[in-house]
């Protein structure tokens, strides 16, 4: 049985990953730790709030008193660490937390994690630990970089961050990747194309498209909308998350895409045709600044080595998507709150092209 941590809990990969082990491996403790800030939403996990094996801890992962305190208290033995600031436009705005939270956060961890599990943490040559611990950073494509028209990204892939969010993910897989060198703590790392699914903040392009198309708002599309993505349903996400923290190599990093290569702007007439919208609602708007052209990731070793593949389609996922958003309309206003409503206004609203 583990007593997994579980960080950025209450966002949404990490909110699908919860609601993923309670119904495929609910014989495991878990105990959610977020700091709820703007893209974090318990309403989210109201339905397992009360879940004998669930807890929730309300804290930032750079006070290091307080996880040192959850180590103990709930003797964690797994850690999958999603808690990041996760959006590029805000990196661009405000790359400062962006450092402190995905960098000295996921360090603040690794230092928690390798005090509790090290069977003689006073000796700084010690590389004994406990049996079945594990710490899986939860990183990204975007480390990579961005590609040309050709090629996929490998777990080998040197790593070329163009953002600030991006660079600070680079940084915390090297600082896990020193960890597991230098002391030997049991770690994987892996990275993921771009998710979609239930539950996820407005501010990423496919929830924004589906609220803006069924509101009959303008659709703000960067540049010409030909940046290119595989995506990745968030379900298929979570399998893949808990097939390395199961069966991944200790000191191993691991890849991990949907097969599903797509254009923004694709994406976007794709929504815009399923809710019999019109495209005279797309608006293009100046490009982000380092905006990477085209992301693709190779997903050979997880599927050869772990045996695990993504089940979802693209077409079957977007069209479940869809369907959700139209069926939690309310979900979705609840999250509308003041404050993502004048970041909306800060990204896009200056930038309107005629």
Known sequence: ?????????AGFIGGNFIRWMKKNAPEHLIVNVDALTYAGNLESLSDISEDEGYRFVRADIRDRTKMEEIFKTFDITH???FAAESHVDRSIVDPEVFLTTNIIGTQVLLDAA?????????????RDYREN??????STDEVYGALGKEGMFSETTPLSPNSPYSAAKASADLICRAYSETFGLPVNITRCSNNYGPFQFPEKL?????????????????????????????????SAIYTVLTRGTSGEVYNIGGNNERA???????IIKTLGAKEELITYVKDRPGHDRRYAIDNTKITTQLGWSPSYTFENGMAETIAWYQNNASWME?????EYADYYERMYAPSFES
């Open 1 to 9: 049985m583990m007593h997994l941590l579980v960080t950025g809990g």
């Open 79 to 81: 850690v999958v660490n």
């Open 114 to 126: 390798k005090k509790h599990w090290n069977l003689a943490p006073d000796d700084k040559y010690s």
């Open 133 to 138: 611990v594990k710490f899986l950073q939860v």
């Open 206 to 238: 496919i929830p924004l498209m589906i609220h803006n198309c069924i509101k009959g708002k303008s659709l703000p599309v960067y540049g010409d909308g030909m940046q290119i993505r595989d995506w990745l349903h968030v379900s298929d996400h979570c």
């Open 264 to 270: 923004n702007i694709d994406i976007v007439k794709l």
């Open 334 to 338: 609840h999250v509308l709150s003041g």
